[in-house]
């Protein structure tokens, strides 16, 4: 069965680095995410993105992230200058469409900012 | 903006017994699709069971099924024959079927614990 695939599965930074968290979502999925979930709280919402685009983004995903789709199949998501608060678990999904498919998560991106 | 709401923090059950997860969700929409996702201790997000607001009758996954009351904006999980491997979190998420606000919007878990 097709899966979404993360890397690293986990990383530790010092706080103020840059950290680039990947993903390769399923290969004929079209609206990819990225959540977020702080140890012990629910998953959060960050971005998706379609066509090339930011479809939609929280207010958790201010001018410190960024997210691009580089090469056709890795979908990146870039924390320019990491906070002892971003650590968390991320969470790389995708789906084929919007229209109540299921969104597919992958094993995620523990991220420990020291 | 949607809400979904897990009013049990934390849920026990023994082996083999069954046992009733609640969610209750908040919207102004007709149509839309609600989710109860799996996440084990290794972290992973594990899809279990879906409903589309606009069929009447309750999902089934073998043991798993739900209880979708569409009126009261409920949406319960059903987890029969509990086995030790379903000890997990659980989250219920809802997703809009309008066009451009599909993410999933959950909420904040219950931790079901299966005693054997």
């Known amino acids: 069965e097709p899966e979404v695939t993360q890397t690293p599965s986990h990383q530790v930074t010092q706080m103020g680095q840059e950290v680039i968290l990947r993903c390769v979502p399923i290969?004929?999925?079209?609206?990819f995410y990225w959540y977020r979930q702080i140890l012990g709280q629910k998953v959060e919402f960050l971005v998706s993105f379609y066509n090339n685009e930011i479809s939609e983004k929280s207010e958790i995903f201010d001018d410190q992230f960024s997210v691009e789709r580089p090469d056709g199949s890795n979908f990146t998501l870039k924390i320019r200058s990491t906070k002892l608060e971003d650590s968390a678990m991320y969470f790389c999904?995708?789906?084929?469409?919007?229209?109540?498919?299921?969104?597919?998560f992958g094993e995620g991106s523990w991220l420990t900012v020291v | 903006a949607q809400t979904v709401t897990q009013s049990q923090p934390e849920m026990s059950v023994q082996e083999a017994e069954t046992v009733t997860l609640s969610c209750t969700y908040d919207t102004s929409e007709s149509d839309y699709y609600l989710f109860w996702y799996k996440q084990p201790p290794s972290r992973q997000m594990i899809l279990v069971i879906r409903?589309?607001?606009?069929?009447?009758q309750n999902a089934t996954e073998n043991r798993f099924s739900v209880n979708f009351q569409k009126a009261a904006k409920s949406f319960s999980l059903k987890i029969s024959d509990s086995q030790l491997g379903d000890a997990a979190m659980y989250f219920c998420a809802y997703r809009s079927e309008i066009q451009g606000a599909q993410k999933l919007v959950f909420g904040q878990g219950t931790r079901l614990t299966i005693n054997p």
């Open positions: 290969s004929n999925h079209l609206y």
């Open positions: 999904a995708s789906t084929r469409a919007y229209e109540g498919n299921t969104i597919y």
């Open positions: 409903q589309e607001a606009y069929k009447q």
